[in-house]
């Protein structure tokens, strides 16, 4: 009985600082990343409280260019 790996899928993760919703936040590249590497939401959270201590948004993608796509990991009423 062979034992099959179990499929590691990679997830696209679009992070920035602050609070504000999808498609208002600051412009420009300072406060915002992609990240293409992470595995889990919980590995994307623990990278974006690293790099943005004073608050962030976290979502996962599928289609970058489609705002319909964007699923949001970060907790919302963290922030109110």
């Known amino acids: ?3 099959q790996p179990l499929e590691v899928k990679i997830m696209p993760f679009y992070a920035y600082a602050g609070f504000e919703p999808l498609g208002r936040e600051g412009l420009g590249t300072e406060n915002r990343s992609i990240w293409e ?5 919980l ?5 974006a409280q690293k790099r943005y201590p004073q608050g962030f ?5 599928t289609n970058f260019y489609d705002d319909k796509t964007f699923k949001e990991v970060t907790w919302p009423q963290r922030w109110k």
């Open 1 to 3: 009985m062979l034992i």
């Open 37 to 41: 590497d992470l595995r889990t939401d």
């Open 57 to 61: 948004r976290l979502y996962r993608y």
């Open 43 to 47: 590995g994307a959270l623990r990278r």
